[in-house]
């Protein structure tokens, strides 16, 4: 009486999805233990738990290095201000002079100039397509759908790294949502909610959401779509478009964004050259959560 307990426990969730946490009940059978009392605390809290992670193998690695450079990928110099800078080296012919560092030249007697660093600044795109083989979901199809969202979740915690630009998901299955941000954290927080909950379908339209995929990022940037099935054809996905729409008008859509496109299916050896997934729950913990339930001017 009059102090505060503290009760904890471990649970762990073999499934990704959305879980409730709550009410609690807080009992007592204080003093004698003869009589016991409870009152329930009705707070609930849903949160999230993200596909398992699993393991990126250089093939993935050098994949994504190549594709953020190159000619056609955007430079930015590395600080917002002018006194930014990583390293001082000997003046050359043909270096500004505001980028002299005049008290370092002072010193050692000849010039030395600021030298800032230039980094790739490229975005990055990709598409999930949750097929569920045109049929009823089996522990087959399920799998290879759960790799793919597993693929994702371990990818998007390691773009940070990576990815200095825009980076742009798209996730078609039940339904179809499409995360844009120059924020690596925002992305993050958002895609592994919904992959956390989404579900596969049979055949996901997912032209429409190429289509807003290609126009989010610069033009040269790749796409990579993971799969659950085999890379389809032009006509597989032009028949998800609506009737009214002309055929010149779904051809002209297809030519301007498949040259883009880097299908991956989770079947094929390519895929599974690059990514080698966990089957070790415990291994695997994203996130932890805390949760306190506050029993005030309550009498048992």
């Known amino acids: 009486p009059g102090r505060n307990a503290t009760v904890s426990g471990r649970v762990m969730f073999f499934k990704r999805g959305r879980y409730a946490v709550g009410p609690a009940v807080v009992s007592t059978r204080f003093p004698f233990g003869l009589i016991a009392s409870r009152v329930m605390l ?3 809290t849903y949160f999230h738990v993200a596909p398992r992670l699993g393991k990126l193998m250089p093939v993935w690695h050098r994949r994504i290095q190549s594709s953020v450079t190159g000619s056609d990928a955007v430079k930015r110099t ?3 201000e002018e006194d930014e800078f990583y390293a001082l080296r000997p003046w ?4 500004s002079r505001k980028h ?3 008290r370092s030249s002072a010193k050692v007697g000849y010039p030395i100039v600021k030298q800032h660093e230039q980094q790739d600044n490229r975005d990055f ?3 999930l397509d949750l097929d569920s083989f045109h049929g009823p979901a089996n522990e087959k199809s399920e799998y290879d759908c759960e790799t793919v969202l597993s693929f994702a979740a ?3 915690l390691q773009l940070k790294s990576v990815i200095h630009g825009r980076i742009a998901i798209g996730i078609c299955g039940n339904r179809n949502t499409l995360y844009v941000s120059n924020s690596h954290l925002d992305v993050v927080q958002q895609c592994l909610r919904e992959l956390a909950i989404v579900q596969s379908v049979s055949a996901p339209k997912i032209l429409d959401t190429l289509c807003e995929l290609h126009q989010s990022v610069s033009p040269s940037t790749p796409i990579f779509v993971i799969s ?3 890379q ?3 006509a597989e996905l032009a028949e998800f478009k609506g009737k009214l729409e002309s055929e010149s008008a779904i051809d002209n859509h297809l030519n301007r964004i498949w040259p883009s496109v880097n299908w991956l299916s989770v079947e094929s050896p390519e895929f599974q050259e690059m990514f080698e997934a966990q089957l070790d729950a415990e291994q695997n913990q994203i996130t932890s959560l805390t949760q306190a339930w506050m029993a005030e001017n309550v009498t048992c």
């Open 92 to 95: 050359r012919s043909g270096d």
């Open 42 to 44: 009705p707070k609930i």
């Open 100 to 102: 002299v560092h005049w």
């Open 125 to 127: 795109a990709m598409l």
């Open 78 to 80: 590395r600080g917002n």
């Open 228 to 230: 659950s099935r085999p």
């Open 154 to 156: 371990t990818v998007l």
């Open 232 to 234: 389809p054809e032009f």
